[in-house]
Structure formats: C-alpha cells, structure tokens
C-alpha cells in the first residue's frame, strides 16, 4: 500500500530579531491506511510546529528549511 502522508528530514526554523530557533529537526515518519501516529514529547518540543508545518498553517515568521511533506502522492511542502 502507499502512504498517505510521508515526512522525510523535516525541519522548521522562526526566525526572530534575536537570530533562529529551531523548532522541529530531521523528523522523518510515514503513515498507510489503518496507521495511526502518535506524536509525543515534553512541552516546546515541537509537536504541534510539526502538525502545523503539515497543515500548512505555520506563522510568516516560520520557514521549512529542510525535508519534504508528501500527501496522497503530493508534494506539499
């Protein structure tokens, strides 16, 4: 079966006046129907940039440095 989401080397980076923060770096997971991911972690480690960067609903201050984001065959990074 194919995925219906694949993250490859995912990272995401703010850019502030104080200089960059890394958010999210080189997270990698794929999903096929009938999967189901569970994302989990201590506060500020990411979680919720990593969802965004896929909803794509990151802030302007956000960019996707690396990696790529696959949906149902589609690149949507």
Do not use: H, W, Y
């Not at 694949?6 to 794929?30: D, H, I, M, Y």
């Not at 994302?39 to 990593?50: D, F, I, N, Q, R």
Request: net charge positive.
């Amino acid at each position: 079966m194919a995925e219906l989401l694949e993250v490859k080397n995912l990272s995401v980076s703010f850019f502030t006046p104080a200089g960059e923060v890394q958010a999210v770096r080189n997270v990698s997971f794929s999903l096929r129907p009938g999967e189901v991911l569970a994302v989990v972690g201590e506060s500020g480690c990411g979680k919720s940039v990593l969802c965004k960067s896929i909803m794509k609903l990151l802030p302007r201050t956000a960019r996707i440095k690396s990696g790529s984001i696959v949906a149902n065959g589609a690149d949507i990074t």
